[in-house]
């Protein structure tokens, strides 16, 4: 695919990737002999980030990789959909599915290309050229001939410095999410690893002593097995939304997707949500069972699969104070050690589930520790957000750039 020549900006040229480009292809056959200290993996890299945040060592891998220098871009040509490139500030390996792309300074800043490159432009025309089903992956030479418009070098110096200014802020925000969900973690592992400690325990965040007693979670609430699927439940008869594992996931429910079954008007009485039941997955993977969120009337008169659990809790007991010590439950595997486990599910099941011990604190204390963890938790999406606006206007910076 070619640009158009004849509607250009003046001063703009159109260049073939690989005149932009330079595909660096040093091959290490003997990765732990390379050298090296550092590894990049495609796992490694962030989707929308240029910024490499986390990679392993050569000792790790086994088979052909590439070789990158400093300021090199590692881009990655395997399921280019997924948006993954960083710039590296260090010498190293990367996976062969991917890409180490250097910049040729007389048609393209160092600093531009990899904006360019992340940009919705070259992403859609990459993931256009992608061949392969299951892994679609791009050919450099394919890529080599692509033809993109190019503003001259003192204008993508002006670009330069308002993409970095907006990354800049994205990184700021992603990282300040980061922490945060580091800081929410800490906080409820310290919380409710206070609580085991006896019948009063000292809360340090609240500088104060706290009494806990353990009950059974059944006496904390009421707890139920949403109803089973079945084809017979599927007559278009009483239909109802339900919700199931595929909406459930670690403090948010997703309603993109909910399907709808049939439900008599007891059973809807008997399996209808409302707001503050607190929904847990009954079987999921090790790591994932138990994983839960709040209902907050998410959807009108919506009712439950038996893949989830409702929790009801009862009046002396918050809906978020029992939601996160679900969370601690399932961050520090006590779920799994009550599950029921096959090959690759558990199952939480009911009756272990309603077994397990429920700290049951004073509803004054419930509601302090909540407000401690609850500052933290929305200040998270918060974040997300900003780093989503400034990748938004650096984008838009690239395609106003770019427009005609």
């Known amino acids: 695919m070619s640009e158009n020549k004849n509607n250009l900006k003046p001063g703009w040229k159109v260049w073939r990737f690989d005149q932009m480009a330079t595909n660096v292809n040093v091959r290490i056959d003997n990765p732990s002999e390379s050298g090296m200290e550092h590894y990049v993996g495609l796992e490694h890299l962030d989707a929308g980030s240029l910024k490499i945040r986390r990679w392993g060592t050569p000792d790790d891998v086994e088979a052909t990789k590439l070789m990158f220098k400093k300021g090199d871009i590692i881009f990655g040509r395997r399921r280019a959909y997924q948006r993954k490139l960083g710039v590296?500030?260090?010498?190293?390996?990367?996976?062969?599915?991917?890409?180490?792309?250097?910049?040729?300074?007389?048609?393209?800043?160092?600093?531009?290309?990899?904006?360019?490159?992340?940009?919705?432009?070259?992403?859609?025309?990459?993931?256009?050229?992608?061949?392969?089903?299951?892994?679609?992956?791009?050919?450099?030479?394919?890529?080599?001939?692509?033809?993109?418009?190019?503003?001259?070098?003192?204008?993508?110096?002006?670009?330069?410095?308002?993409?970095?200014?907006?990354?800049?802020?994205?990184?700021?925000?992603?990282?300040?999410?980061?922490r945060s969900e580091k800081l929410r973690k800490s906080l409820l592992l310290e919380t409710f690893d206070a609580l085991q400690g006896g019948d009063t325990?000292?809360?340090?965040?609240?500088?104060?002593?706290?009494?806990?007693?353990?009950?059974?979670?059944?006496?904390?609430?009421?707890?139920?097995?949403?109803?089973?699927?079945?084809?017979?439940?599927?007559?278009?008869?009483?239909?109802?939304?339900?919700?199931?594992?595929?909406?459930?996931?670690?403090?948010f429910i997703d309603t993109s997707d909910v399907n709808e079954m049939d439900f008599k008007e007891s059973e809807f009485a008997t399996f209808k949500l409302q707001s503050g039941d607190v929904l847990l997955n009954e079987g999921q993977s090790r790591e994932l069972v138990g994983r839960s969120a709040i209902f907050r009337d998410d959807v009108r008169d919506c009712c439950f699969q038996n893949t989830l659990i409702r929790f009801r809790p009862n009046a002396d007991v918050l809906s978020e104070f029992a939601h996160y010590y679900f969370q601690y439950c399932q961050y520090t595997s006590r779920f799994i050690q009550v599950s029921k486990q096959t090959t690759s599910i558990a199952h939480l099941g009911v009756q272990r589930f309603s077994e397990?011990?429920?700290?049951?604190?004073?509803?004054?204390?419930?509601?302090?520790?909540?407000?401690?963890?609850?500052?933290?938790?929305?200040?998270?999406?918060?974040?997300?957000?900003?780093?989503?606006?400034?990748?938004?206007?650096?984008?838009?910076?690239?395609m106003e750039g770019a427009s005609r």
């Open 201 to 251: 325990v000292r809360i340090a965040y609240l500088a104060t002593d706290v009494d806990c007693r353990w009950i059974k979670a059944r006496d904390a609430g009421e707890i139920l097995m949403g109803r089973q699927l079945s084809p017979k439940y599927k007559t278009g008869k009483n239909t109802r939304k339900y919700l199931r594992v595929a909406n459930v996931f670690d403090g």
């Open 356 to 398: 397990m011990k429920f700290p049951l604190v004073p509803l004054d204390v419930q509601i302090a520790m909540v407000k401690a963890l609850s500052a933290v938790v929305t200040a998270i999406p918060q974040l997300k957000k900003r780093a989503e606006t400034a990748s938004a206007i650096r984008n838009q910076v690239l």
């Open 88 to 178: 590296a500030d260090f010498d190293g390996i990367c996976s062969a599915h991917a890409m180490v792309l250097r910049a040729k300074p007389e048609v393209v800043l160092p600093e531009f290309l990899p904006f360019f490159i992340q940009g919705d432009l070259f992403m859609d025309r990459a993931v256009e050229i992608s061949v392969g089903s299951l892994s679609p992956t791009i050919n450099w030479k394919t890529m080599a001939v692509q033809e993109f418009s190019l503003p001259p070098i003192d204008e993508q110096r002006c670009l330069v410095r308002l993409l970095m200014s907006a990354e800049a802020a994205r990184t700021a925000a992603e990282d300040a999410a980061a």
